[in-house]
């Protein structure tokens, strides 16, 4: 494996002590992480103060493991603790998942935080991730996604969690990527703002949202703005056909 340094907007104490995990992670499961990075609001660009860090990584068994005839467990998951959510996928389960375009993945393989990786693994699951890519299938993926966030956490509410405002406007703008380039979403969503939202009214919503999310904690919410939630149910209705 090979550390990464780490990102200029992460504290250097949480980076070594996701890779103080990883590496005894290593130790106690006899595998070896592939890659590792970071996949939520972090790499998104909208954390609170408070908000956890969700750690996501790739990983190899030793030879043996692959030799049973027993289908064996494939995902890691560690308890979650106050500060870190980490998980992982084992590297056949991450392969079926690029043969179908995962998006989740996809955006792994883009985060702007990378904890540490083998550099000659993601060259070639890059490689192989752009070979696969869908914009069909991924567009699908975040469209049900808005949808379900939309349906779930900010229609007919009176009080809107900051966090969910994001969840919903997030994969629409990445319908909106996939529409314009038929290209992977990239994972921060400043750029997404700044490619594809060309309403000037709501880009100052969004950037009034984002501040406030970044300075508010995790689970704060507030009334609706109605300008995004103008844009988010017309959005809905346009991708939709």
């Keep these: 494996m090979t550390l990464k340094p780490f990102?200029?907007?992460?504290?250097?104490?949480?980076?070594?002590?996701?890779?103080?995990?990883?590496?005894?992670?290593?130790?106690?499961?006899?595998?070896?992480?592939?890659?590792?990075?970071?996949?939520?609001?972090r790499a998104w660009g909208f954390a609170s103060p408070d908000s956890d860090y969700d750690v996501r990584f790739l990983y190899v068994h030793?030879?043996?493991?692959?030799?049973s005839v027993d289908e064996k467990r494939d995902v890691i998951e560690l308890p979650?603790?106050?500060?870190?959510?980490?998980s992982g996928w084992e590297l056949r389960k991450a392969l079926r998942l690029l043969r179908k375009s995962n998006p989740?993945?996809?955006e792994w393989l883009r985060s702007p935080m990378v904890y540490w990786s083998d550099p000659a693994f993601l060259e070639q699951f890059r490689a192989l991730s752009e070979e696969f890519y869908s914009p069909k299938k991924c567009f699908v993926h975040y469209l049900h996604m808005a949808f379900g966030n939309y349906r779930d956490y900010l229609r007919g509410r009176d009080m809107v969690s900051l966090k969910k405002y994001l969840y919903v406007l997030r994969p629409l703008l990445a319908c909106r990527w996939i529409e314009r380039f038929q290209s992977p979403v990239p994972m921060l969503f400043q750029e997404l703002v700044n490619a594809?939202?060309?309403?000037?009214?709501?880009?100052?919503?969004?950037?009034?949202?984002?501040?406030?999310?970044?300075?508010?904690k995790e689970l704060s919410a507030a009334p609706p703005v109605e300008v995004l939630s103008q844009f988010v149910e017309l959005e809905l209705v346009r991708l939709d056909a």
């Excluded at 979650?80 to 980490?86: G, P, Y």
């Excluded at 000037?200 to 300075?215: G, I, N, P, T, Y």
């Design 196 to 216: 594809v939202l060309d309403e000037a009214d709501v880009r100052e919503a969004v950037a009034e949202l984002v501040a406030r999310k970044q300075s508010a």
């Design 104 to 106: 989740s993945l996809m």
């Design 7 to 41: 990102p200029s907007a992460l504290d250097p104490g949480v980076v070594r002590r996701v890779q103080n995990t990883l590496q005894d992670l290593e130790f106690r499961r006899g595998v070896r992480v592939l890659y590792a990075c970071e996949s939520g609001s």
């Design 80 to 86: 979650i603790s106050e500060e870190l959510d980490v």
């Design 62 to 67: 030793e030879r043996d493991w692959y030799l």
